[in-house]
């Protein structure tokens, strides 16, 4: 069980049901009136934020959540396979639960597996990976000031924004936390 008193952002509870993150809390003690704990929490499944006032001392259901580092192996349909890089068991998660992060998906990538219940919830990316330009305008030399940008295809087929010197067949490095361009890689 955990106490209201064990709070810390980042933290998993459940509640009502369902998986949730602590966001932010904030422990008040109003003199001689009982203290509570003002918590906004984001459900783990939906995204939708929730803010709630409990009081000092309220228990939750510790979770049944694991991390586990899984190797991307292919997609299938609108389901990608996983595999267990400890046991080489095989898993299957639906594009969905990748959020955007199904554009920058290579294979044999590693990736952070959240489990509830044995039910993939969350799936993490690395914080940079690198992509091929597959298709894009051709760049010219000196377009480096302008800070001008135009949009490229890469190996996924996910399209992001690149400055004007970015030509077809270079390898860039993307944030997968924010979709976009970071530096042209040699």
Do not use: W
Request: hydrophobic letters at 35%; proline letters at 3%.
């Amino acid at each position: 069980m955990i106490s209201t008193t064990d709070f810390r952002n980042n933290m998993k509870i459940e509640y009502e049901g369902a998986l949730y993150v602590i966001v932010e809390f904030q422990h008040v003690n109003p003199g001689n009136l009982r203290a509570f704990v003002r918590t906004k929490m984001k459900n783990m499944k939906t995204g939708q934020l929730l803010e709630r006032t409990f009081r000092s001392g309220d228990k939750f259901e510790m979770p049944d959540v694991e991390e586990k580092q899984m190797q991307f192996l292919y997609k299938s349909g609108d389901e990608c396979c996983f595999m267990d890089t400890e046991t080489y068991e095989q898993i299957f998660i639906k594009e969905d639960v990748l959020g955007e992060g199904k554009n920058f998906l290579q294979e044999n990538v590693v990736v952070t597996v959240m489990l509830h219940n044995n039910i993939p919830i969350d799936v993490t990316l690395p914080i940079f990976v690198e992509m091929k330009i597959i298709k894009t305008e051709p760049g010219y030399r000196g377009d480096t000031a302008t800070g001008a940008s135009k949009q490229a295809a890469i190996e996924t087929g996910a399209v992001l924004q690149v400055p004007l010197f970015i030509n077809e067949g270079d390898m860039i490095k993307i944030d997968t936390r924010t979709g976009e361009y970071v530096e042209r890689v040699k």
